[in-house]
């Protein structure tokens, strides 16, 4: 198993543009997290999905911003319309399995930068 | 809402001395605790954890002890090495660990030879 995966790793986009970023999860793992990181902040929760199933979503998450686990594997994480504000690193996790509860792997992470 | 507060960082230390990065919580109910580490070009990764208030929990020589009665659960290490350079990131979640996990911003620890 190589782990969460995610892609593209570095993504730069012009303001007002659509993104999607992909992660591939451990394989055994039933849950998934998005996750959000700035500079010199902490990852801040989005979303996650037990299987197919989105159980919560963050106020975070605009509705400009839309996950989806159609099968309960990979996951695709869109932003529509991106602003300048959306510059992030945008981290997926992974977690079940063997795993002890708490115990997110998470993926290297895609970076976003609007111009 | 539940909230964590670490100490801000940088902190540099020379190699071998002795650290601490204290990390505070806001929570209801009985939370589950969690040290993660950012190595750098690398994901986090869980370092140790503890679920319940007394615990200690310990690897790769760091050690963090529950105390609610402080509501902290601060990092600590006898003796740094260059290869401990990284973020490190207090984190909790519900009693289960099945919440989705929420993090501080992180302490940045540079260990210099």
């Known amino acids: 198993d190589t782990g969460v995966s995610q892609d593209p790793r570095h993504k730069i986009t012009k303001r007002g543009q659509n993104v999607t970023f992909r992660c591939d999860p451990i394989?055994?793992?039933?849950?998934l997290y998005w996750y959000r990181q700035t500079l010199g902040q902490g990852p801040e929760f989005l979303t996650y999905?037990?299987?197919?199933?989105?159980?919560?979503k963050s106020r975070l998450l605009s509705d400009r911003f839309s996950a989806e686990r159609p099968k309960g594997s990979f996951s695709t994480l869109e932003i529509q319309r991106t602003e300048q504000g959306d510059s992030a690193m945008y981290l997926c996790?992974?977690?079940?399995?063997?795993?002890?509860?708490?115990?997110?792997?998470f993926g290297e992470g895609s970076r976003l930068t609007v111009l | 809402g539940n909230s964590v507060t670490q100490m801000e960082g940088p902190v540099t230390l020379s190699e071998e001395a002795f650290l601490t990065i204290n990390c505070t919580y806001t929570?209801?109910?009985?939370?589950?605790l969690f040290w993660y580490v950012q190595y750098p070009g690398e994901g986090l990764q869980l370092l140790l954890k503890?679920?319940?208030?007394?615990d200690k929990g310990s690897n790769k020589g760091f050690e963090a002890t529950y105390r609610k009665e402080t509501t902290s659960f601060h990092l600590e290490k006898g003796s740094v090495q260059v290869s401990d350079s990284a973020v490190y990131f207090c984190?909790?979640?519900?009693?289960?660990?099945?919440?989705?996990?929420?993090f501080g911003k992180g302490t940045r620890l540079s260990v210099i030879a």
């Open positions: 394989s055994e793992h039933n849950r």
């Open positions: 929570a209801t109910g009985y939370p589950s």
């Open positions: 996790a992974s977690s079940g399995g063997q795993g002890a509860p708490g115990e997110l792997f």
């Open positions: 503890a679920t319940k208030a007394d």
């Open positions: 999905f037990q299987n197919e199933a989105q159980l919560e």
């Open positions: 984190a909790l979640s519900d009693h289960s660990g099945n919440t989705p996990l929420v």
